[in-house]
């Protein structure tokens, strides 16, 4: 099973500042690789899926990057409503395998 | 406007079963997978399993977690997509989402219903 790390678990950062969160495979998933938004008491959202598309709706301040096994989503001027915690998820199609990592939490400094 | 909405969850006893229906609309239902995804209380998520559509056979695949106790199945006449868990342990209890598998073009979930929440305990 590819094991998907992100770094940090936390992240704090002032309101317009840029964040930048980390995600690693276990083994290479070349762009296979998506990034959600989850705020409290709600279902996550997609925001990137194929390592950098953005998925409908999603404002350009949100762009991801990376291939293989390194992944970086960054959020390049912070607003209120980004304080969350983002997931990347990584999927494999054969045979279907789609793992998730621990999460970043990102609040606010 | 796409929406899922899941529903069926509650308290159940280990060993026994539930069923969760995921009602779905504002898209053509039959031309996706659709995806069942679990997130316990404060963890982070967990993808469960799939079903195509019935253009790639309608087949599913599942989580080795769940494997051989959670069948996910479908009715593209009514729009929804169903659960079926059986042999539940504690460590079932969660929040199961219903999502939109964009498994042709990848393998993202890019939409989700709000969850319903299954606890799991005697």
């Known amino acids: ?109 | 406007e796409v929406q899922l909405v899941e529903s069926g969850g509650g308290l159940v006893q280990p060993g026994r079963s539930l069923r969760l229906s995921c009602t779905a609309s504002g898209f053509t239902f039959g031309d996706y997978a659709m995806s069942w995804v679990r997130q316990a209380p404060g963890k982070g998520l967990e993808w469960v399993g799939f079903i195509r559509s019935k253009a790639y056979g309608g087949t599913t695949e599942y989580a080795a977690s769940v494997k051989g106790r959670f069948t996910i199945s479908r009715d593209d006449s009514k729009s929804i997509a169903y659960l079926q868990m059986n042999s539940l342990k504690t460590e079932d209890t969660a929040v199961y989402y219903c999502t939109r598998l964009q498994v042709t073009t990848g393998g993202y979930f890019d939409y989700w219903g709000q969850g319903t929440l299954v606890t799991v305990s005697s």
């Open chain 1, 1 to 109: 099973e590819i094991v998907m790390t992100q770094s940090p678990a936390t992240l704090s950062v002032s309101p317009g500042e840029r964040a930048t969160l980390s995600c690693r495979a276990s083994q290479s998933v070349s762009s296979n690789l998506a990034w959600y938004q989850q705020k409290p008491g709600q279902a996550p959202r997609l925001l990137i899926y194929g390592a950098s598309t953005r998925a409908t709706g999603i404002p350009a301040r949100f762009s991801g990057s990376g291939s293989g096994t390194e992944f970086t989503l960054t959020i390049s001027s912070l607003q209120s409503e980004d304080f969350a915690v983002y997931y990347c998820q990584q999927y494999n199609n054969w045979p279907p395998s789609y793992t998730f990592g621990q999460g970043t939490k990102l609040e606010i400094k």
